[in-house]
Every structure is written in C-alpha cells, then in structure tokens.
C-alpha cells in the first residue's frame, strides 16, 4: 500500500504540504497589497496583456512557503545513508535565498541584462561548491552511468543551473503558467524521491509543491498578483538544484521542461536571427505567440501543464533511459513544429 504510506513518513509529508501550502498563501495575500503601498507593481502595456495595477512581490510569498517549511522539517529527522545530504540543503536554502534576495532587487532596481546573469552565475557556483552538481547521469543506449571529471561538471553545472533559471523567468508570461509548471516538475521530483526512497530528501520538494499551489490561488488568470524577478530566479533555481538532488535526472526534468526549454532556444536564435539581443523582451515566445493567434490565456495554460503533466507521467513510468530519449525527441519535433508554424510570416516583427 504505497510502500507503507511513503515508508512511514506519509503524514509527515501532509504536514509539509500543509504547511507550505498556508504560508504561501498567507504571505502571497499580505505581499499583494504590499507590493501595491510600495509600488512594486506590473501595468498594463509591452509584453503582458493583464488588466490593472498587479503587484510584481509573489516570491515573497513562494519563499515563505518553501523555506518556512523546510525549517519545519528538519525537526523530524529522517535517516539516510547521505553524508552530503546537509551540505546540500544548505546549498538549496542558500542559493535560494541569494536568488530570492537578488530577485528583490532586481524588481526594485530592473537591473540590465547582464548583471541578472551574474546573479546566476553566483547561484550556481553555491550550487557547486554545496555539491549540488552535474556529475552523474545514464547513457540512453547502454543504460550505463557516467561519471564525470569535474572540468566537465563544472561548466555543465553552470549552464544547467542558469538555463534552468532563464526558462523559468521566461516563462513566467501567461498567469499561473510558470508557478503550475513549477508545481507540476514538485510532484514528479517528490515521487520519483519517494520512489528512490529518498525519503529524506522528499520534503524539499514537497515544500516546494506546497509554496507553488499556495501562490497559484492568486496568481490564476486573471493573477491578482504577479512573481516577479523575486519568484521566477528562486523557482528556477529550486527545480534545477532539487533535480540534481534527486540524482541528476536531467531527462526527467527536461521531460516536465521540454516545451519552456526548447522555445527558449528557439527564442534566442529567433532573436539573432532578426538582428535583436538575445536578452531583449518581446513577444516571441510559444505562449505570446498562440495568444496572438487567438487561443485565451486560460486555454494555452491548461495546455502546457496537460503537456507537462503527460510527459512528466512518462518520465515516471518510463524505465529505459533510452525510452526517455525517444520521448524527449517526440515532443521537441512537436514543439518545433509548432513553433515553425507560428513563425511563418514572422519578418521582420515589432518589439512588442
């Protein structure tokens, strides 16, 4: 029966969610209003199409879930066979909170370009020096693993950590599409965790689960309040540290992420394509473009997380990293396709 309710540990975990899922929605309440008093707000025009003046402070409320349940958790203790397992929380806790920290600033201050990279670049030198590393993960045709030396890990580490968190920041365009992908890759990573018996592991992610459906209340279309840089860097950074915890499943993470993943790169090429930044805002990501094709918010919401949900059920189910591979491969030819289809008399397009 569920390997003995989650070995034992079930209504610890209940406790967890319970927890994360108040506080994120205490403190995504009073971060609404605060955000408006202090002028931390979203307005209408540019890139976004929401009504009204919309509080930009949610990951004030995303934080206080997560982190005020991951204090909560620690008075349980769980065994574990780990002895990295403590260096590694505090590389998420402290990494998170640098994220966090910077994402405040940055709403505040609207840093260029390239200093939001540096603050990525910091996040994921904490991420490598707590050991939260890309070192270990299976071949797709042997089903062997590899092992690393560290002057491949290092920059792999680097490039997964801020990718992982650009693609959570762009996503962030349509109400709850960022935070219920976000919460759709918690559920995977908790039950592969539970599966792996991790146990002792699992409540970050769960913690995380909790913080992503407390702030999805508000941040449902039409979003009462928005995450702001503050959300997305420490989102981003929390589902790409808590993946390599659960023992690098890239494939798995990218099976939940595939769609955001490739139009980012998609997005970027597009951009140099035209003669733009890379880094410049518009309109040209998947989920602006079936807007302005006429599909509603609510609906190409509901169709990333069905998506993300149905391939993160097969990264699930899946055993053959191979088998992983060749879904990967399906969706990315989709989403190209896709994406191709929707660009066909992209020319040369306005900004915004």
């Known amino acids: 029966m569920a390997e003995a309710f989650f070995g034992g540990h079930g209504l610890f975990y209940l406790a967890i969610l319970a927890a994360s899922f108040v506080l994120s929605l205490v403190f995504t309440q009073l971060a609404r209003r605060l955000g408006v008093r202090l ?107 590899i092992n690393l030396p560290w002057f491949l890990y290092m920059p792999l580490t680097v490039f997964w950590i801020t990718g992982m968190i650009v693609t959570v920041n762009w996503l962030d365009g349509l109400d709850g599409l960022a935070i219920g992908v976000t919460a759709i890759m918690a559920v995977v990573l908790a039950l592969h965790m539970i599966r792996m018996v991790q146990y002792s592991v699992a409540p970050q992610a769960i913690a995380l689960l909790g913080a992503a459906l407390g702030f999805l209340v508000f941040n449902l279309h039409p979003a009462k309040i928005h995450m702001g840089s503050s959300g997305a860097f420490l989102v981003g950074y929390l589902l790409a540290a808590l993946g390599l915890i659960a023992g690098a499943r890239v494939a798995m993470v990218l099976m939940v992420m595939g769609i955001p993943v490739i139009d980012v790169a998609w997005t970027i090429i597009d951009r140099i394509r035209h003669g733009r930044r890379p880094t410049e805002g518009d ?34 189910v899946l055993s053959h990293s191979l088998y992983k591979l060749l879904a990967l491969s399906v969706l990315g030819v989709l989403t190209l396709v896709l994406l191709l289809f929707l660009s066909r008399d992209d020319a040369s397009p306005p900004p915004f």
């Open 39 to 145: 002028g931390l707000v979203a307005t209408p025009g540019g890139r976004r199409r929401h009504q009204g003046v919309v509080s930009r402070l949610g990951g004030v409320g995303i934080a206080a879930g997560f982190f005020g349940a991951l204090a909560l958790a620690q008075a349980y203790e769980i065994p574990t066979a780990d002895h990295h397992e403590t260096r590694r929380l505090w590389g998420l806790i402290i990494g998170g909170a640098l994220m966090f920290i910077l994402g405040l600033l940055d709403d505040r201050l609207e840093f260029p370009a390239w200093t939001q990279y540096l603050s990525y670049l910091l996040a994921a030198g904490v991420a490598i020096g707590t050991l939260i590393i890309l070192e270990q993960f299976n071949n797709p045709l042997t089903g062997k693993l």
């Open 283 to 316: 309109r040209r990501h998947l989920h602006y473009r079936l807007q302005d094709a006429g599909l509603s918010t609510r609906t190409i919401v509901a169709l990333y997380w069905l998506f993300c949900a149905m391939f993160g059920a097969l990264a699930l």
